[in-house]
Protein backbone atom coordinates (compact mmCIF):
# COMPACT_ATOMS: atom_id res chain seq x y z
CA UNK A 1 0.00 0.00 0.00
CA UNK A 2 2.90 2.33 0.52
CA UNK A 3 5.48 1.71 -1.67
CA UNK A 4 3.78 4.54 -3.85
CA UNK A 5 2.19 7.52 -3.64
CA UNK A 6 -1.65 7.54 -3.79
CA UNK A 7 -3.31 9.74 -6.28
CA UNK A 8 -6.56 9.48 -4.85
CA UNK A 9 -8.04 13.28 -4.58
CA UNK A 10 -8.86 14.97 -0.75
CA UNK A 11 -11.82 16.56 -0.22
CA UNK A 12 -9.90 19.72 0.57
CA UNK A 13 -8.91 19.62 -3.08
CA UNK A 14 -12.30 21.17 -3.91
CA UNK A 15 -11.74 24.61 -4.09
CA UNK A 16 -15.55 25.75 -4.18
CA UNK A 17 -15.68 24.42 -0.23
CA UNK A 18 -16.33 26.58 2.68
CA UNK A 19 -18.80 27.61 5.39
CA UNK A 20 -18.65 26.41 9.02
CA UNK A 21 -17.22 22.69 7.72
CA UNK A 22 -14.04 24.39 6.39
CA UNK A 23 -13.69 26.51 9.29
CA UNK A 24 -14.31 23.39 11.77
CA UNK A 25 -11.30 22.24 9.69
CA UNK A 26 -9.30 24.70 9.51
CA UNK A 27 -9.83 25.31 13.60
CA UNK A 28 -8.46 21.55 13.60
CA UNK A 29 -5.60 21.58 11.54
CA UNK A 30 -3.98 24.16 13.18
CA UNK A 31 -4.37 22.45 16.78
CA UNK A 32 -3.19 19.30 15.34
CA UNK A 33 0.05 20.85 13.54
CA UNK A 34 0.66 23.15 16.55
CA UNK A 35 0.62 20.21 19.04
CA UNK A 36 2.26 17.26 16.96
CA UNK A 37 5.42 20.20 16.47
CA UNK A 38 5.35 20.03 12.73
CA UNK A 39 5.16 23.61 12.55
CA UNK A 40 8.86 24.59 13.64
CA UNK A 41 10.18 22.49 11.09
CA UNK A 42 9.56 25.17 8.27
CA UNK A 43 10.40 27.74 11.19
CA UNK A 44 14.08 25.91 11.68
CA UNK A 45 14.29 25.49 7.72
CA UNK A 46 13.81 29.37 6.68
CA UNK A 47 16.72 29.89 9.32
CA UNK A 48 18.56 26.96 7.74
CA UNK A 49 18.48 28.97 4.36
CA UNK A 50 19.13 32.15 5.18
CA UNK A 51 21.89 30.72 6.69
CA UNK A 52 22.90 28.93 3.64
CA UNK A 53 22.31 31.46 1.19
CA UNK A 54 24.59 33.88 2.37
CA UNK A 55 25.07 36.60 0.42
CA UNK A 56 22.34 36.21 -1.77
CA UNK A 57 19.53 37.24 0.93
CA UNK A 58 18.79 40.82 -0.31
CA UNK A 59 19.74 43.75 2.48
CA UNK A 60 16.14 45.10 1.50
CA UNK A 61 12.11 43.67 2.71
CA UNK A 62 12.40 40.09 2.72
CA UNK A 63 9.73 38.70 0.58
CA UNK A 64 8.70 35.45 1.27
CA UNK A 65 5.51 33.88 0.01
CA UNK A 66 3.92 30.72 1.20
CA UNK A 67 1.78 28.65 -1.36
CA UNK A 68 -1.76 26.77 0.11
CA UNK A 69 -1.62 28.89 3.25
CA UNK A 70 -4.72 27.67 4.39
CA UNK A 71 -5.96 29.71 7.19
CA UNK A 72 -2.63 31.60 7.71
CA UNK A 73 -1.32 30.04 10.76
CA UNK A 74 1.99 29.25 9.32
CA UNK A 75 2.14 32.62 7.96
CA UNK A 76 1.10 34.35 11.83
CA UNK A 77 4.34 31.91 12.73
CA UNK A 78 6.28 33.15 10.15
CA UNK A 79 5.61 36.84 10.82
CA UNK A 80 6.70 36.23 14.39
CA UNK A 81 10.06 34.61 13.81
CA UNK A 82 10.70 38.08 11.42
CA UNK A 83 9.57 40.15 14.36
CA UNK A 84 12.12 38.17 16.84
CA UNK A 85 14.76 38.50 14.81
CA UNK A 86 13.93 41.92 13.56
CA UNK A 87 14.18 40.99 9.97
CA UNK A 88 12.37 43.46 7.04
CA UNK A 89 10.16 40.89 5.61
CA UNK A 90 7.16 41.46 4.05
CA UNK A 91 4.61 37.81 3.46
CA UNK A 92 2.15 36.79 0.79
CA UNK A 93 -0.27 34.11 1.53
CA UNK A 94 -1.56 31.99 -1.67
CA UNK A 95 -4.49 29.99 -1.62
CA UNK A 96 -6.99 29.04 -4.84
CA UNK A 97 -9.61 29.51 -2.47
CA UNK A 98 -11.59 32.11 -1.74
CA UNK A 99 -13.38 31.29 1.47
CA UNK A 100 -10.04 30.08 2.76
CA UNK A 101 -7.97 33.27 1.81
CA UNK A 102 -10.81 35.43 3.46
CA UNK A 103 -10.57 33.70 6.42
CA UNK A 104 -7.00 33.60 7.12
CA UNK A 105 -7.39 37.13 6.39
CA UNK A 106 -9.36 37.45 9.17
CA UNK A 107 -7.07 35.59 11.22
CA UNK A 108 -3.68 37.31 10.70
CA UNK A 109 -5.51 41.29 10.28
CA UNK A 110 -3.32 42.12 13.29
CA UNK A 111 -0.19 41.63 10.55
CA UNK A 112 -0.50 44.15 8.23
CA UNK A 113 2.94 42.40 6.84
CA UNK A 114 0.93 39.70 5.65
CA UNK A 115 -1.07 39.93 2.77
CA UNK A 116 -3.23 37.68 0.45
CA UNK A 117 -3.69 36.94 -3.39
CA UNK A 118 -6.66 34.17 -4.12
CA UNK A 119 -5.04 32.43 -6.98
CA UNK A 120 -4.15 29.57 -9.18
CA UNK A 121 -0.35 28.73 -8.90
CA UNK A 122 0.12 27.50 -12.35
CA UNK A 123 -1.92 30.63 -13.69
CA UNK A 124 0.15 32.95 -15.21
CA UNK A 125 -0.73 35.54 -13.11
CA UNK A 126 1.17 33.92 -10.38
CA UNK A 127 4.14 32.69 -12.48
CA UNK A 128 4.59 36.56 -13.29
CA UNK A 129 5.07 37.05 -9.52
CA UNK A 130 9.06 37.27 -7.36
CA UNK A 131 9.69 36.36 -4.24
CA UNK A 132 12.94 35.69 -2.34
CA UNK A 133 11.53 33.11 -0.74
CA UNK A 134 9.31 30.29 -1.28
CA UNK A 135 7.76 28.08 1.57
CA UNK A 136 5.03 25.10 0.97
CA UNK A 137 3.92 23.78 4.53
CA UNK A 138 1.89 20.47 4.10
CA UNK A 139 0.98 21.41 0.19
CA UNK A 140 3.36 19.41 -1.98
CA UNK A 141 1.28 16.17 -1.62
CA UNK A 142 -1.61 17.63 -2.60
CA UNK A 143 0.22 17.44 -6.84
CA UNK A 144 1.58 14.69 -8.80
CA UNK A 145 5.16 14.28 -9.39
CA UNK A 146 4.45 15.71 -13.14
CA UNK A 147 2.63 18.67 -11.43
CA UNK A 148 5.91 19.29 -8.50
CA UNK A 149 8.14 19.35 -11.37
CA UNK A 150 6.49 21.96 -13.22
CA UNK A 151 5.89 24.15 -10.19
CA UNK A 152 9.45 23.74 -8.57
CA UNK A 153 10.87 24.45 -11.90
CA UNK A 154 8.47 28.00 -12.08
CA UNK A 155 9.34 28.76 -8.72
CA UNK A 156 13.44 28.44 -10.14
CA UNK A 157 12.92 31.48 -11.88
CA UNK A 158 10.46 33.19 -9.14
CA UNK A 159 12.25 32.63 -5.93
CA UNK A 160 15.44 34.81 -5.70
CA UNK A 161 16.77 33.05 -2.48
CA UNK A 162 15.27 30.14 -2.55
CA UNK A 163 12.88 27.73 -0.96
CA UNK A 164 11.45 25.96 2.44
CA UNK A 165 8.82 22.80 1.99
CA UNK A 166 7.67 21.04 5.05
CA UNK A 167 5.87 18.00 3.89
CA UNK A 168 4.81 14.68 4.91
CA UNK A 169 6.73 11.50 5.17
CA UNK A 170 5.14 7.99 3.44
CA UNK A 171 5.31 6.18 6.50
CA UNK A 172 2.54 3.16 7.73
CA UNK A 173 3.09 4.35 11.85
CA UNK A 174 2.41 8.14 10.87
CA UNK A 175 -1.13 6.93 8.67
CA UNK A 176 -2.10 4.82 11.17
CA UNK A 177 -1.64 6.58 14.13
CA UNK A 178 -3.04 9.89 12.25
CA UNK A 179 -5.76 7.34 11.29
CA UNK A 180 -6.73 6.62 15.18
CA UNK A 181 -5.79 10.43 16.29
CA UNK A 182 -8.74 11.80 13.84
CA UNK A 183 -11.05 9.19 14.23
CA UNK A 184 -11.53 9.78 17.62
CA UNK A 185 -11.07 13.62 18.28
CA UNK A 186 -11.55 15.12 15.59
CA UNK A 187 -15.47 16.50 14.82
CA UNK A 188 -14.45 17.77 10.73
CA UNK A 189 -15.61 14.98 8.20
CA UNK A 190 -12.78 16.75 6.52
CA UNK A 191 -9.97 15.84 8.61
CA UNK A 192 -11.15 12.18 9.07
CA UNK A 193 -10.95 11.83 5.11
CA UNK A 194 -7.93 13.75 4.39
CA UNK A 195 -5.51 12.91 7.36
CA UNK A 196 -5.04 9.50 7.20
CA UNK A 197 -4.73 10.03 3.02
CA UNK A 198 -2.82 13.02 2.78
CA UNK A 199 0.28 10.70 4.30
CA UNK A 200 0.01 7.77 2.04
CA UNK A 201 -0.41 10.90 -1.23
CA UNK A 202 3.28 11.89 0.82
CA UNK A 203 6.55 11.55 0.04
CA UNK A 204 9.89 8.86 0.12
CA UNK A 205 13.09 11.26 0.72
CA UNK A 206 14.20 10.13 -2.66
CA UNK A 207 11.03 10.45 -4.50
CA UNK A 208 11.63 14.60 -2.82
CA UNK A 209 14.68 14.86 -4.23
CA UNK A 210 14.16 13.01 -7.78
CA UNK A 211 11.16 15.59 -8.34
CA UNK A 212 13.43 18.81 -7.29
CA UNK A 213 16.71 17.13 -9.75
CA UNK A 214 14.47 17.36 -12.56
CA UNK A 215 13.02 20.66 -12.00
CA UNK A 216 16.51 21.88 -11.68
CA UNK A 217 17.40 22.37 -8.57
CA UNK A 218 20.92 21.83 -7.53
CA UNK A 219 21.39 22.90 -4.29
CA UNK A 220 19.08 20.77 -2.01
CA UNK A 221 18.77 19.20 1.42
CA UNK A 222 16.52 16.69 3.18
CA UNK A 223 16.20 15.85 6.31
CA UNK A 224 13.68 14.37 8.27
CA UNK A 225 12.02 15.86 11.53
CA UNK A 226 9.40 14.48 13.71
CA UNK A 227 6.41 14.06 13.11
CA UNK A 228 7.51 11.84 10.22
CA UNK A 229 7.80 15.67 8.50
CA UNK A 230 10.28 16.04 5.48
CA UNK A 231 12.03 19.57 6.45
CA UNK A 232 13.51 20.79 2.23
CA UNK A 233 15.59 23.72 2.10
CA UNK A 234 16.41 24.27 -1.69
CA UNK A 235 18.70 27.10 -2.32
CA UNK A 236 20.06 29.24 -5.52
Known amino acids: MFEHRSTQSEIMDELTLGGEDMAQTLRELKFINHWLGGNRVTLRGLDRLLRTAGGNVPAGPLRI??????????????????????????????????YIVSYARENTARFPEIAYRCEDIFSPQFAGQAYDIVTCTLFCHHF????????????KAQARVGLVINDLHRHPLAYHSISWLTRWFSKSYLVKNDAKL?????????????????????????????????QVVAWQ
Open 65 to 98: ADLGCGGGDMLELMAGWARKRRLDAQFTGVDANE
Open 144 to 155: RDGELVQLFRQL
Open 198 to 230: SVWRAFRRSELAAILAEAGWRNVSIRWAWAFRW
